[in-house]
């Protein structure tokens, strides 16, 4: 009776998942992290190219006695500001922007083609859990059909209008659509997880400079 009512229970079912949700992958995050990275050292190798303003001076506090008297004061100076212009360096400073250019580039690359694979994985952990939810609702309608002929044909059988063949072949019949429920409840619940993989489950988001968790499931 239980194993019936767990047969005949609605399944859960769910059309999309938030694109936001990806982003929980680990490697779609680790993806994220080396565009940004890259993306600043682009920045910081443009930035050599340029002046630079250098400020000079100090800031202190002084402290004078005088009469027994403690006086303290703060004391600053600024010298002068100066400019360092970049020297001729045989287009080092111009190849290290390209450099750190084609870095930005194949990180973007890598990003794009780890959100395709993220996209896809969970595109067909969806497709196999409507699939498996649409057959799992046919065969439990077969298996009830089987069951009620399995009754009828066993009461035949117990008032002599029935041969023990045809008993055993309608219990055959009814096991094996009994067994179709069972491994399509299995693929149902291998759907799930593959579900849940695919969208970052699992995993615990690091800290900066802290590597990613993943949990047991």
Known sequence: AA????????AIAIAELPAQTLSQRPD??????????ASADVGSAQAQRYPRLALSGSIGYGNFRAGGVNTGTDTWTIGPVSMSLPIFDAGKRRANVDAASAR???????????????????EQALVNLDATGARAAD???ALDGY???????????????????????????RLAAEQTVINLQRERSAAWVALYRAAG?????PTDGAPAVASAN
């Open 3 to 10: 194993a019936r009512a767990a047969a005949s229970a609605p």
């Open 28 to 37: 779609v995050f680790t993806a994220e992290r080396e565009v940004t990275a």
């Open 104 to 122: 930005y580039d194949a990180a973007v690359s890598s990003y794009r083609a780890t959100v395709r694979q993220a996209v896809s994985e969970v």
């Open 139 to 141: 065969a439990q309608t």
């Open 147 to 173: 069951r009620v002929n399995y009754t009828a044909v066993e009461d035949r059988y117990k008032n002599g209008l029935a041969s023990l063949f045809e008993l055993e072949d309608a219990r055959r019949t």
């Open 201 to 205: 489950g699992g995993w615990t988001a």
